[in-house]
């Protein structure tokens, strides 16, 4: 029985869905989203979705997608929102379901469709031009599935499907598709590289060891407060200051003004909270790589595992917290004869052969650590029975044998005890290599369980 973790994709994705959101959200509410240079008028609020289609998949770009729907019927929730751009508020159309589907509908589907178009892409002999050709249709897209909404919910305010060809004519499509064919295939072969691949394993590894202690996300929620309360403080400020000017001058205004300001005051208060959560994202991203490097630097450098000192640290703590488990300790077979009749770079194979079974067997959210020489251990807090640690040992040492060198099959003798928080891991250990040596004296190749 083997049990693997499956965590890994979810989390690089969940940091990268995030940081799309908030980039969404910031180009939404500033003027990176919309760059105005005369007599060129370029909206690149639509990038963040192809791009999330595109190196993460449809289900990303979807809520991506969505996300910006949301942002833009937030923005036509305005009386100074010409009646074109009204019909995207459920407040201000009349049909308030109608303009849900429009706003939220069409982006959403949007995402979808070009997640799923950047999928096939990716499965052609040539996936960089399959991405570009994507990504250079992805404004007509867009324009076709909102206008279409548009023409099939709002008849009567006169758009059709022909009003994309309209928005091919635009000053600004050609240097928007070039923008954002190149930002797209950058940012395709930055995810797909060594470097960041790399970087996301480290995140990852970082997140399982966070999770064995302490996950931190107390230390990152409480942060996430803090700067939602001081981002809103500064909107409040800057609300309180414009009335207080207006009221100076004895300046007042209409009821619909007013709505105005509040809601211009709003879109300002979330583009600071965006920018906010981007700050925060790659802060967080920092710090656990550089957690990972001191983390990496308590490795033994043969196996990957963790060496004792470092094995004793974690364990004490989690064995204190744990409501069960098991610790099992290890070690090779004749493994003196191994090195001594074929040398310790062979000896060197085995032991990092022997140290990946010994992780693949169990989930990796457990520690395992080598004590030194030949001697493996292991802290199981998944939670496993009797029957379950049994089948997997037995699943380890028949792969295990299957691992010859030359004439000479390599078997581990192996002690296992139920973890009891009352004793310390160093009892515990004790504990398991009476029973690992019971295991030798019985003939090798076996384990022993105590109680």
């Not at 040539?126 to 709002?154: E, N, Q």
């Not at 060198?405 to 390599?410: N, S």
Request: one cysteine or more; charged letters at 20%; glycine letters at 6%.
């Amino acid at each position: 029985m083997k049990i693997h973790s499956k965590r890994k994709n979810v989390d690089s994705n969940t940091y990268l869905l995030l940081m799309f959101i908030a980039i969404e959200l910031f180009m939404s509410f500033s003027f990176v989203g919309y760059i105005h240079i005369e007599p060129i008028s370029l909206t690149f609020v639509y990038i963040p979705v192809l791009i999330s289609g595109c190196i993460l998949g449809p289900k990303e770009s979807t809520i991506v997608g969505a996300v910006f729907g949301l942002a833009s019927m937030w923005k036509a929730s305005a009386f100074y929102v010409g009646v074109g751009g009204a019909i995207f508020s459920p407040s201000m159309s009349g049909k308030p379901l109608e303009s849900i589907v429009l706003s939220i509908g069409s982006r959403a589907l949007f995402g979808l469709v070009t997640g799923l178009l950047f999928s096939l892409a990716k499965k052609i002999p040539c996936p960089r031009i399959g991405i570009a050709v994507v990504a250079s249709f992805g404004r007509i897209l867009h324009a076709f599935i909102v206008y279409t909404c548009m023409m099939t919910l709002f008849p009567e305010a006169g758009f059709t499907v022909r009003d994309t060809l309209t928005d091919i004519q635009q000053n600004d499509f050609v240097p928007f598709t070039i923008i954002t064919v190149v930002a797209v295939i950058v940012c395709y072969e930055f995810y797909r590289s060594p470097f960041f691949q790399k970087f996301m394993q480290r995140i990852h590894k970082v997140n399982q060891a966070s999770a064995k202690i302490a996950s931190g996300k107390w230390g990152v929620i409480a942060t996430v407060i803090l700067v939602t309360l001081a981002s809103v403080s500064v909107a409040v400020y800057f609300t309180n200051r414009i009335e207080t000017v207006m009221s100076q001058y004895n300046i007042r205004l209409s009821d619909d003004i007013s709505y105005d300001l509040m809601h211009l005051q709003i879109q300002f208060l979330l583009g600071i909270l965006s920018l906010a959560m981007i700050v925060i994202i790659v802060i967080i991203l920092h710090q656990k790589n550089y957690s990972y490097l001191s983390y990496e630097a308590r490795l033994d450098g043969l196996t990957g595992l963790l060496r004792r000192r470092y094995f004793f640290h974690i364990g004490e703590k989690l064995v204190k917290s744990s409501t069960g488990g098991y610790f099992i300790i290890m070690d090779i077979d004749r493994f003196k004869m191994i090195n001594d009749t074929y040398g310790h770079p062979v000896g060197d194979q085995v032991l990092a052969k022997v140290a990946d079974y010994f992780q693949e067997a169990f989930s990796r959210q457990n520690i395992f650590g080598r004590l030194g020489g030949d001697e493996f251990v292991a802290l199981i807090i998944s939670p496993l029975s009797k029957a379950d640690i049994e089948n997997t040992l037995n699943d380890m040492k028949d792969r295990l044998k299957k691992l010859q060198i030359q004439d000479l099959t390599v078997t581990c003798s192996i002690g296992v005890i139920p973890v009891d928080k009352n004793y310390s891991l160093e009892e515990l250990y004790r504990q398991a290599d009476h029973l690992l040596y019971e295991a030798k004296k019985n003939g090798k190749d076996q384990f022993v369980f105590g109680k």
